[in-house]
């Protein structure tokens, strides 16, 4: 049904997104039949690499019996502390599995993160400059470049890439 729903939609918007919930129920199933894409959020912790394997398992499931043209957008990696070894085992552990499909972006665990859904806003209007501001705006441009939405040129992509893991 939201499949139907989002397709009145779909002339009126450049993007349409659908925040799921990390459980794999039936909503979850739902937007991923009506989506064109999906984003995968990873925490760099242990536990997020097994859930990372049931969601993709999930959407094979989904790409062969009920939304063929599903596309995997890419793979985030969020919630890093440069600090913790964990985290870095993470990041290579997904970056040499997935390769290409991990975006270059990575959200670093940011407090002012954390306490911007508590004041009911986005992180951008909570403190435009904080770190997990510039992560997120840097994962938008990342998006629109890799969808040709956008002119920045390759250097400055490098420049705003390049990430100091
Ligand atoms: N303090 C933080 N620093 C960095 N990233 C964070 C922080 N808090 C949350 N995130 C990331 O931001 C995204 C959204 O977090 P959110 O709190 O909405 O949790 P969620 O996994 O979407 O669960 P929920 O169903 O409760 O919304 C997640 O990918 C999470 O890893
Ligand atoms: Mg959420």
Redesign the pocket.
């Known amino acids: 049904m939201l499949k139907f729903a989002l397709e009145k939609l779909r002339d009126q918007y450049d993007f349409i997104i659908i ?1 799921c ?2 459980s794999l129920g039936l909503i979850t199933v739902n937007s991923l039949t009506a989506a064109d894409s999906v984003i995968i ?3 760099c912790e242990y536990y997020a690499l097994e859930g990372l394997g049931k969601l993709l398992n999930t959407i094979k499931i989904v790409q062969g019996r009920l939304n063929t043209e599903l596309a995997i957008e890419g793979i ?1 990696l ?3 502390d440069t600090r913790l070894r964990l985290a870095n085992q993470v990041v290579e552990e997904v970056k040499m599995h997935f390769q290409e499909i991990v975006f270059d972006t990575v ?8 306490e911007a ?1 508590s004041y009911g806003e986005s992180i951008i209007m909570h403190d435009a400059s904080s770190k ?1 501001s510039i ?1 997120y705006l840097n994962f938008a441009r990342e998006i629109l470049q890799k969808n040709d939405m956008t002119n920045m040129t390759n250097e400055d992509k490098s420049n705003i890439f390049s990430d100091e893991l």
């Not at 959200?107 to 954390?114: D, K, S």
Request: charged share 10%; net charge neutral.
């Open positions: 925040d919930s990390p959020p990873v925490q985030l969020t919630m890093y959200i670093h665990r940011n407090t002012t993160l954390g859904p997990g992560n």
